[in-house]
């Protein structure tokens, strides 16, 4: 017999750690004699995948089960998938698990009749007994949690560890679970349901982590919902983490920062650049909508908290908004916007409220006025609070933010441009009615079409600073790319040329600048690196002034930045004297 756990995820470098821990927990349990009679197959796909790819290869596997894992991203596919295939193979039993599915299991069992049963919230033991059920011909249905209420929380030290085989996993992100559960209420997040918190063993912890250490495995992503609640367990484990540092492997973690304390930040502190990233769910500065949406968070605290954790320069900080929450109007959100901002985070997330199943939020949504797309991913429309209209608008400036801010590729001219504005949201505002207004692609996939855009831009709003943002895009531009084609809004340096044989010429006889290059000649460093020259202090984020004598600036790209690939730069002024 034949059991084929399916998932259908977002990305092909996503993987589907539930249907692995499925397989692992039932693999471990089962008896010798019991995996002779019944073998468990993992299926992945894409939302990607044709859905006629997915029928059809699903179909050539022959499953004598099938059991799919549901999500607001692939409850769509999963759906035409599986009616289709009920008609291809009628006597196949169809089970499905999974969010998308536990808190409406009576409503989706009498839509599709076909169906053998819905797994309701943590599936491991649950699987188990549908496979021993299968394996000695016993009714399904009276297995508790298929189709009824959920049974009782899994351990999560009997999970075994399945990554044992890590052919499947290559070129994907690594998902990890080192506690299930979260002590917080937040009202639109369905982890607020399970209120306990179950901390794996840091025996095992350590061990699996050292699995990847030794694997180099490239990055791993703790899903745990707030992996700092337990300060002990964080500090152990990011201890861990530090002490066996491969300086490869990155690990990510989502955290409330406000409740760090100078323990953890002592250990966080001492971290190889890159060896960690946080991310942080701030949701909303505005004190009325935190206590509505039952969130506990000190918004002075997680300022400091995060402005420490930028002065070590070691840590990449992703912090996320979400538009559309209750008493969060378009004013508020903006100014929302405008404080996460101002914490310069990597990344700033600015997500839109999906009323999630089981949610609180999914309870209260008609007496928030909360009217929301009818299939996944179930998005805010409009509110009591914000219109449609409002929700538009900050879409575009989401697509601003994503392009100019979170690319990373625009830092400095953001950092001067940002202060000719009223505040940040208006800056992005105005370049998303500016992107309208004219017309542009927003999926241009050439970064010198956004690169000559921005300075359009910059031109039309502040037009006696041209020079000043050109070179400032100039400077951005080949802080992170030797270009092959110089940029067509750079200014010309064919005046630069007797200067730059002469600079390379000297590092050939001297080997003073460019250390990592000590085999290759002056002709040679000339195309490994760049050379320019500017009239403005570029380099000084925030502030650019006009030089009294033009600097040179060396483009070191065999040295970089690890939280944002800047490369190394060198101030050569003295070199036109």
């Not at 993992?42 to 022959?62: C, F, G, L, P």
């Not at 007994?129 to 009824?148: Q, W, Y």
């Not at 509505?292 to 995060?306: A, C, G, P, Q, S």
């Not at 110089?486 to 002469?502: H, M, W």
Request: charged share 25%; glycine share 4%.
């Amino acid at each position: 017999m034949k059991i084929l756990l399916t998932a259908i995820n977002a990305k092909y470098i996503h993987s589907n750690p539930a249907v692995y821990s499925l397989a692992a927990y039932a693999n471990h349990h089962l008896t010798k004699e019991e995996k002779e009679r019944c073998q468990i197959e993992i299926a992945e796909y894409t939302i990607n995948h044709r859905t006629e790819a997915i029928i059809a290869d699903i179909y050539k596997r022959k499953p004598d089960v099938l059991a799919f894992s549901c999500y607001i991203w692939n409850w769509e596919y999963v759906q035409e998938v599986m009616t289709e295939l009920h008609k291809l193979m009628p006597s196949l039993p169809i089970f499905l698990g999974g969010p998308e599915v536990s808190f409406t299991s009576k409503e989706i069992l009498k839509q599709y009749s076909f169906l053998s049963g819905i797994m309701v919230g943590e599936g491991e033991e649950t699987f188990l007994e549908l496979c021993r059920a299968f394996v000695d011909g016993r009714e399904v249905n009276l297995i508790p949690g298929i189709s009824g209420e959920p049974r009782g929380l899994v351990n999560i030290n009997a999970i075994p560890f399945f990554y044992d085989d890590m052919a499947a996993f290559e070129h994907r992100i690594v998902y990890y679970e080192s506690s299930r559960g979260c002590p917080y209420r937040c009202s639109y997040c369905l982890s607020s349901i399970d209120k306990t918190v179950r901390l794996r063993d840091l025996t095992l912890v350590k061990k699996e982590l050292q699995f990847f250490l030794d694997l180099k495995v490239p990055q791993v992503k703790f899903i745990d919902r707030t992996f700092n609640c337990n300060r002990d367990h964080a500090c152990e484990v990011w201890q861990y983490i530090y002490e066996n540092d491969n300086g490869i492997t990155n690990f990510h973690f989502e955290i409330s920062a406000d409740i760090l304390t100078d323990r953890e930040l002592c250990i966080l502190e001492k971290m190889r650049p890159g060896l960690v990233q946080l991310e942080i769910g701030v949701q909303s500065t505005n004190p009325e909508t935190i206590k509505e949406i039952n969130r506990i968070m000190n918004v002075d605290k997680l300022r400091d908290v995060v402005a420490r954790i930028h002065s070590f320069k070691n840590i990449h900080q992703h912090l996320d908004l979400i538009a559309g929450l209750p008493l969060e109007d378009f004013i508020t959100f903006q100014k929302s916007f405008n404080e996460v901002y101002a914490m310069k985070p990597q990344q700033l997330q600015l997500g839109f409220l999906k009323v999630l199943k089981g949610s609180k939020m999914w309870e209260m949504a008609k007496e928030y006025g909360i009217i929301y797309t009818q299939k996944p991913p179930y998005e805010v429309l409009f509110t009591n609070w914000i219109t449609y209209e409002e929700i538009l608008k900050l879409k575009q400036v989401e697509e601003m933010v994503e392009m100019y801010y979170n690319s990373n590729q625009f830092t400095y001219t953001l950092s001067m441009l940002e202060q000719e504005f009223e505040s940040p949201f208006k800056l992005y505002e105005s370049l998303a009615d500016y992107y309208e207004e004219k017309g542009y692609v927003l999926q241009n996939p050439a970064r010198s079409y956004r690169y000559q855009i921005l300075l359009d831009f910059c031109k039309e709003k502040v037009p006696l600073k041209e020079e000043m943002y050109r070179e400032l895009l100039t400077f951005d531009i080949y802080l992170r790319e030797k270009m092959k084609t110089r940029p067509a809004f750079a200014k010309s340096q064919d005046t630069l040329k007797d200067v730059s044989r002469k600079v390379y010429q000297k590092e050939e006889e001297e080997r003073t600048l460019l250390p990592a290059y000590i085999e290759y000649n002056s002709k040679q460093l000339s195309k490994m690196t760049h050379l320019e020259e500017f009239e403005y202090s570029v380099w000084k984020q925030g502030e650019c002034d006009k030089l009294p004598t033009n600097h040179l600036i060396l483009f070191d790209y065999n040295e970089r930045n690890p939280l944002n690939a800047e490369c190394r730069i060198i101030l050569l002024q003295e070199k036109l004297k």
